[in-house]
Nanobody
Framework: QVQLVESGGGLVQAGGSLRLSCAAS????????MGWFRQAPGKEREFVAA????????YYVDSMKGRFTISRDNAKNTVYLQMSSLKPEDTAVYYC??????????????????WGQGTQVTVSS
């Protein structure tokens, strides 16, 4: 069983930045692909970014390239999402997710087995 705990969400003005963290339990974190998703009210959960177990492969949704950066520190069992130039449409609950089998299905929620509880990000205009 893997537990994921997100932190770092909050209220920020448009144009501002936030860094989300996701701390994972378990000694095999370094073997997991990790992803970030978000869900706004009334909308489906959508892919934001993913990083392979080694950090050697990184994936973003096109609309977030250049504004969001995913990274991981396997020594700390933590994955990060640095968000900059935030826009009101980035407002959502942000979830981290773990794929312990490295299925390669980075873009789909179905590719992840474990999920955190989410952290709210609100961007005011």
């Amino acid at each position: 069983q893997v537990q994921l705990v997100e932190s770092g969400g909050g209220l920020v003005q448009a144009g501002g930045s936030l860094r989300l963290s996701c701390a994972a339990s378990g000694r095999t974190f370094s073997n997991y692909a990790m992803g970030w998703f978000r869900q706004a009210p009334g909308k489906e959960r959508e892919f934001v970014a993913a990083i392979s177990w080694s950090g050697g492969n990184i994936y973003y949704v096109d609309s977030m390239k250049g504004r969001f950066t995913i990274s991981r520190d396997n020594a700390k069992n933590t994955v990060y999402l640095q968000m900059s130039s935030l826009k009101p449409e980035d407002t959502a609950v942000y979830y981290c997710a773990a794929d312990p089998v490295n299925s390669g299905s980075y873009y789909s929620p179905a590719g992840y087995r474990y999920w955190g509880q989410g952290t709210q990000v609100t961007v005011s205009s």
